[in-house]
């Protein structure tokens, strides 16, 4: 096979007209310039969102490949989310700041949290996802899953006050409801019971109410499971029905000791 027909090959079999790369790196881009815009304090707020809108532009330009359906006007719409995103994310850092003994200063948390960035990442992409905005959301929070290790994704629902500590491993699903003031440690599950592609419009992942604690490592499955209010889940939980309220659910270990011969 001469390299003519292997280009001809590879052109037969790239089938995907609205596959462009391209979109991923500016989403990037995009993600980046919103984290400063809203944190930083040397970056001026007003020229960062004319930038902002520019680059809106294009990625509405690459994703929205219907038409009729052009996704530029919904700029000013998620203007508008901007202050009450921003408001929300103070309450999470502060939530962290307040629960870590590690952390020193609110600075810290905004700048070196990675558990903070997925949480801030996925609140820019939530509201872009209740728009019905295409595939932007998804790859903005799939950035910082590749940053954080924090797979979080855009259309779960999460309250105030939220903490995720040590961050890496922990993936919370699309219909996740977590409720207000919840903390949640490294390798955290709030998954699907099974994965089948006609409960796509189905409550597929679990409820976190109010006050709820989840350490390490603890799996949480189904859209029909709730963690009751001000209850903890120990760490390496399997839980697939719901916990009442004001609960304690722990993995009991089985502990043998060692013993070797002939030693007194």
Known sequence: MDKDDIV???????KQPNLRFRLK???????????????????????????LEAQFTSLAELACWDPENSCKEL??????????ILEKLNLDAEAIADCDPASLSLEEVYMAYPGFYAIAIYRLAHELYNFGFPLVPRLMTEYAHSKTGVDINPGA??????FIDHATGVVIG??????????????????????????????????????????ANATILGGNTIIGENSIIGG?????????PNSTVFHTPE????????VP
């Not at 500016?26 to 020229?47: I, Q, R």
């Open 157 to 162: 629902r999460i309250g105030n006050s939220f």
């Open 25 to 51: 790196t500016e989403v990037e881009k995009f993600s980046n310039k919103l984290f400063l815009c809203l944190f930083d304090m040397e970056t001026p707020v007003e020229p960062s969102l004319l930038e």
């Open 174 to 215: 699309e219909t996740a409801v977590i409720r207000d003031h919840v903390k949640i440690y490294q390798g955290v599950t709030l998954g699907a019971l099974y994965v089948a592609k006609n409960l796509e419009k189905t409550k597929r992942h679990p409820t976190i109410e109010n006050n709820v604690t989840i350490y």
């Open 8 to 14: 001809r090959k590879i052109k037969d079999h790239k």
């Open 75 to 84: 700029w000013g719409q998620y203007l508008e989310k901007l202050p009450g």
């Open 255 to 262: 502990i043998k000791i060692k013993t070797l011969p002939n």
């Open 236 to 244: 390496n939980a399997w839980i697939t029905s719901s916990v009442p």
